[in-house]
T-cell receptor, first 113, second 110 residues
Framework: NAGVTQTPKFRILKIGQSMTLQCAQDMNHNYMYWYRQDPGMGLKLIYY???????DKGEVPNGYNVSRSTTEDFPLRLELAAPSQTSVYFCASSYAGDYNEQFFGPGTRLTVL | KNEVEQSPQNLTAQEGEFITINCSYS?????LHWLQQHPGGGIVSLFM???GKKKHGRLIATINIQEKHSSLHITASHPRDSAVYIC????????????FGTGTRLQVFP
């Protein structure tokens, strides 16, 4: 199993550009999450999904959108990138219920200039 | 407000030392996670606790529900243990959302 995969690993965007961060998992987990990690701060939840077709906002959803058309994929869309979105983005997944250890992807480092 | 605090923020140790990292939270929780973030950035889950104590190799995690406090211990520390250790809690039973602490950066010198 590949676990949780994320692409790209690094990206530089100009202000106002858009992009999609890809996330996929092959563990048949129904819960998936997007976090951002800023220097000196704890991980913050952007959006999460409890299954295909169901998404909900986390703590810091402004400037982002998500979709969940399949169990495996959970892309994060940035519209009109801003310098405040410079961060490291982590995707994670977990199996709902008692076994809710979260498995993390390797992260995407995004810089907006 | 649901908060998670870790101490210390930074910790240095000599190889072989016993390490303790602390996590305190503000209100009742249903689960607490300890995670390790490698220098390269990858994050792995170490433990998930709702009560008592868990042990895996040289790592021991304990939680005291009444005192709203958890500790992560590393016995016989080694330079490869150098990483950021993150505490995260799940407040309540009807959510899988985690609130994360800011992490403890550990450096173990030979």
């Amino acid at each position: 199993n590949a676990g949780v995969t994320q692409t790209p690993k690094f990206r530089i965007l100009k202000i106002g550009q858009s992009m999609t961060l890809q996330c996929a998992q092959d563990m048949n987990h129904n819960y998936m999450y997007w976090y951002r990690q800023d220097p000196g701060m704890g991980l913050k939840l952007i959006y999460y999904s409890v299954g295909a077709g169901i998404t909900d906002k986390g703590e810091v959803p402004n400037g982002y959108n998500v979709s969940r058309s399949t169990t495996e994929d959970f892309p994060l869309r940035l519209e009109l990138a801003a310098p405040s979105q410079t961060s490291v983005y982590f995707c994670a997944s977990s199996y709902a219920g008692d076994y809710n250890e979260q498995f993390f992807g390797p992260g995407t480092r995004l810089t907006v200039l | 407000k649901n908060e998670v605090e870790q101490s210390p923020q930074n910790l240095t140790a000599q190889e072989g030392e016993f390490i303790t990292i602390n996590c305190s939270y503000s209100v009742g929780i249903s689960a607490l996670h300890w995670l390790q973030q490698h220098p390269g950035g990858g994050i792995v889950s170490l433990f998930m606790l709702s009560s008592g104590k868990k042990k895996h190799g040289r790592l021991i995690a304990t939680i005291n529900i009444q005192e709203k406090h958890s500790s992560l211990h590393i016995t016989a520390s080694h330079p490869r243990d150098s990483a950021v250790y993150i505490c995260a809690v799940r407040f309540g039973m009807d959510t899988d959302k985690l609130i994360f602490g800011t992490g403890t950066r550990l450096q173990v010198f030979p």
